[in-house]
Nanobody
Framework: QVQLVESGGGLVQPGGSLRLSCAAS????????MGWYRQAPGKQREAVAA???????NYIDSVKGRFTISRDNAKNTVTLQMNSLKPEDTAVYYC??????????????WGQGTQVTVSS
């Protein structure tokens, strides 16, 4: 079984920063893409940022220049550095990983979610 555990959420004022971390553990052969999603109240879950195993990253337009995703393949971790936070960034943030338990089949796994609240 594979588990994703997130940490780092909280309450921050507009313009502040937070760093989210996610660690994968369990019977892992290899992790392909990893990413962060978010879901605000009354809205659908949306992809925020993703990173390939090779380090190529993509972001939604609303966070470009403010958020940075990174990963450590040796530790099976992914991090989202969030700067210049805005109230509209308020949401539950979920870690996602495409995990191979055995080659070549992979499955998507999710973390439990961590609340990020941007408010004065």
């Amino acid at each position: 079984q594979v588990q994703l555990v997130e940490s780092g959420g909280g309450l921050v004022q507009p313009g502040g920063s937070l760093r989210l971390s996610c660690a994968a553990s369990g019977n892992i052969f290899r992790i392909n893409a990893m990413g962060w999603y978010r879901q605000a109240p009354g809205k659908q879950r949306e992809a925020v940022a993703a990173i390939t195993r090779g380090g190529s990253a993509n972001y939604i337009d609303s966070v470009k220049g403010r958020f940075t995703i990174s990963r450590d393949n040796a530790k099976n971790t992914v991090t989202l550095q969030m700067n210049s936070l805005k109230p509209e960034d308020t949401a539950v943030y979920y870690c996602n990983a495409d995990v191979m338990i055995t080659w070549p089949r992979s499955s998507a796994y999710w973390g439990q979610g961590t609340q990020v609240t941007v408010s004065s």
